[in-house]
């Protein structure tokens, strides 16, 4: 009777830690967030005898990010952000800059610098480790989709045929509409109680399609890939 009593009790016990266990399970099925990545920008090209690519530009990636969870440290991760990259690229050729307002004519060696707007959205699978006290290391990898808003050139006056500055000329068609890239994040997670958290963390973003048309760049049927790169601070907040 006594062990019949024993078992029933183990078994409740069982059940209430279940059921526990699926509650929180169920409360941690999404997770969303908001971040900020102050970052570096690049572009690099694999002709570097028409495109040049050298120089670095501050830029930033600013967004949301939802998670939805499969297992208890897993999940898949998606969002939104806007997403401004560039950099510089030596035209080696004598080229035209088409923008919305009017065509210059290019001198061999000129510097161009580029800088895009974009919409970004991520798929990605996310991993955290264990709580160590209030803090759990995290990392995240997964491919990302770029849509083109808008796209910007300048050019110093020295490069040009005409001898006239090209400042934050609007030159969409430069731009390639949409490009593909992949992402690797790295950091930690500080919880602040319950199941906020601030982030911290490293991020590296490189292309895997091209991010500037050299069709029209080059006035010529070239076909070079000038792809774009960031390496950035993870700064965010997850609740």
């Known amino acids: 009777m006594k062990m019949k009593l024993q078992l029933r009790l183990a078994a409740a016990l069982l059940l209430i830690a279940l059921s526990v266990q699926n509650l929180q399970a169920q409360s941690r ?8 990545d102050p970052q570096v920008s690049w572009l690099h090209s694999d ?8 120089g670095t530009m501050l830029t930033v990636n600013m967004g949301l990010d939802a998670e939805k969870f499969f297992a208890t440290r897993y999940s898949i991760i998606s969002g939104v952000s806007l997403n401004f990259l560039g950099g510089h ?17 290019l001198l061999p060696g000129a510097k161009v610098k580029y800088r895009g707007q974009y919409v970004s959205v991520p798929l990605g699978l996310k991993f955290r480790s264990i709580e160590i006290g209030y803090t759990t290391i995290y990392a995240s990898v997964g491919i990302k989709g770029n849509v083109r808003l808008r796209g910007y050139t300048w050019v110093d006056g020295t490069n040009v045929l005409s001898l006239e500055d090209i400042s934050k000329e609007k030159t969409n ?10 992402f690797v994040t790295a950091g930690i997670e500080q919880s602040l109680g319950g199941e906020s ?27 070079t890939s000038i792809t774009n790169h960031t390496i950035g601070l993870r700064i965010g907040f997850v609740f």
Do not use: C, E, W
């Open 197 to 223: 958290s601030l982030q911290f963390g490293l991020t590296y973003s490189g292309g895997i399609t091209p991010m500037i048309d050299t069709q029209k760049a080059s006035d010529s049927n070239v076909h």
């Open 47 to 54: 002709n570097k005898k028409r495109f040049d690519t050298q």
């Open 173 to 182: 068609d430069h731009f390639l509409p949409v490009f593909g890239s992949f």
């Open 29 to 36: 099925r999404y997770s969303f967030g908001f971040y900020i």
């Open 89 to 105: 690229v030596l035209h080696n050729d004598a080229t035209t800059l088409h923008s919305v307002n009017s065509s210059y004519a």
